[in-house]
């Protein structure tokens, strides 16, 4: 099991930026490490992540599965992505 963390300054909020890099990762972790399953846990008042996620590729799910460390805070929204259906294109 991986923890990937994603971090975006200011300065390049809203420009495709980590749409761009979340993809890169995606294939690394699909042809490298062979992973077919990926999930994102997602606070549920991160709007920007999750119209990040919302985007086409990950799958809202049950999250029943997927506790906070935190006890007194809601569970967060997960999300997956089968990257067994998804062909990325190389450039």
Do not use: Q
Request: proline letters at 2%; a neutral charge; glycine letters at 6%.
């Amino acid at each position: 099991i991986w923890t990937v963390d994603f971090y975006i300054s200011e300065i390049l909020e809203h420009k495709g930026v980590m749409f761009a890099a979340l993809l890169r990762v995606l294939n690394e972790m699909k042809t490298a490490m062979g992973a077919k399953e990926v999930y994102a846990t997602v606070d549920k008042d991160n709007e920007d992540c999750k119209r990040l996620l919302g985007k086409g590729l990950f799958t809202l799910i049950d999250n029943t599965g997927f506790k906070n460390r935190d006890k007194s805070s809601e569970p967060p929204l997960v999300y997956m992505i089968d990257l067994s259906t998804i062909r990325f294109e190389r450039r």
